[in-house]
Structures are given as C-alpha cells and as structure tokens.
C-alpha cells in the first residue's frame, strides 16, 4: 500500500521540492503551509508520517508536534522535524518536543526519503505488533482484530475504531464531539445522534460476553468504558 506523507513547511519552494523529490519516490503527499492547514489535513487524511518545519507562521512546529503528542488517535505518528537550526540544544529540544528525527536545513532529498523509510519500517514493525488490551478484551491495531475472552469478536470498521479509542482511553469520559472528531473526521457531516447508534451497535455486539454494560452513558456528555 502506497505510504502518505504530509509536509508542513511554509516556503513553498522547499515544499514543493520535496513534494515532487517524494511523489517520484512512489509516496503520496499532501501539504500545508502552516499548522492551521496541517490539523485540518490531519484530521481528513491520517498519513503515515509527517515532516514538520520549526519555523512555521502562525504556530511553532514544534507546538504542533506537540498538539500530535496529546492527540490520542495521532500520538503514534512518526515526525522528522526540519529546521535551520543546527546546534545541538535545538536538536535535543526538538527531540524532548516529541519528534522522531531531526534534520538540517538544507535538507537533501536523498537522506529525508531514507530517514523516511527507516521510520516507516519501524512503525510498521511496531503496528504489527501493537496491541491494546483491557481486562478480557485484547484489539490487535494493524490486523483490525478483537478477541473478548479468548473469543474473535467480528466489527465493521466504524466499530473498530470506536473500540479502539474507548480501549486506549479506558475509564476516561469521551464527549460525543471527541468521538465524531477521532473515529468520523472533524470535517465529517454527521451528527451527535450517529455517536448513540454505532455505541448501541458496539454494546450489542459485546453482548454475548456481558461486556456490554462497560460501556457508560454519561447523559448530556458522551461515554466512558469502565469495568463494573
């Protein structure tokens, strides 16, 4: 499957140069020229990885490898920072900020693919093997599959990503709107009503395990998934 990278980088030489550097190595790319654009993209199109600029107009880069940090659906993202910063305090900051690697301007095309590919491979490593359990039920991340009580649970794709951020936010209150934003996208038409039927679709598939009743309703805010 071809890999999506997204460049955040607001000269739009640069960017466009590693726009095309990328596309001619077979990734798809898509790019933002400051962080508003980039957490919209982020949002729409979930890319594997991102290469973020320090110096962006409107906010840091390195706020906004923060914001992907503190996301819970986004944390996992590799991030290669770019900068003109050379010293060796910038790179450890920009490290400590959460990125994964840290390249000098000017970059050269050759060693951001590799590091690009280096990354990649990691993440698919750790995707492979990634899994999330909570008491009896276990979600295995790249395979898109959950076993409750040793049992394969079958669910659709909306389903599975509903379990997926209620499992990785267990006993932690979930409000309708960050549910929509997580599992349909921020820019998604849909409503608050779509949360309530896909989590009855979720406690009726989780029936047959008495597991359904873990999934609290908070009136009037969201849900909570909490072992009784």
Known sequence: MTKQ?????????????????????????????????????????????????????????????????????????????????????????????GADDYLTKPVSVQELIARINAHLRRAQGYEENRQINYHNIRLEVDAHRVWVDDEALLLSLT????????????EKLLSRERILNHVWGHNATVEDRTVDVHILRLRKALKPFNKERWIKTVRGVGYQLMQD
């Open 159 to 170: 389903e599975f990503k509903l379990l997926k951020l209620l499992l990785q936010n267990s």
């Open 5 to 97: 990278i997204i460049i955040v980088e607001d000269d739009p030489a640069i960017r466009e140069m590693m726009a095309f550097s990328l596309s001619n190595a077979n990734f798809q790319v898509c790019k933002a020229e400051n962080v508003t654009q980039a957490l919209d993209l982020l949002q729409r199109q979930r890319p594997d990885l991102a290469v973020i600029d320090w110096g962006l107009p409107d906010i840091s880069g390195l706020e906004l490898v923060a914001m992907i940090r503190r996301d819970d659906v986004l944390k996992d993202l590799p991030i290669i920072m770019l900068t003109a910063r050379a010293e060796e305090r910038d790179k450890i900051k920009g490290l400590e900020y």
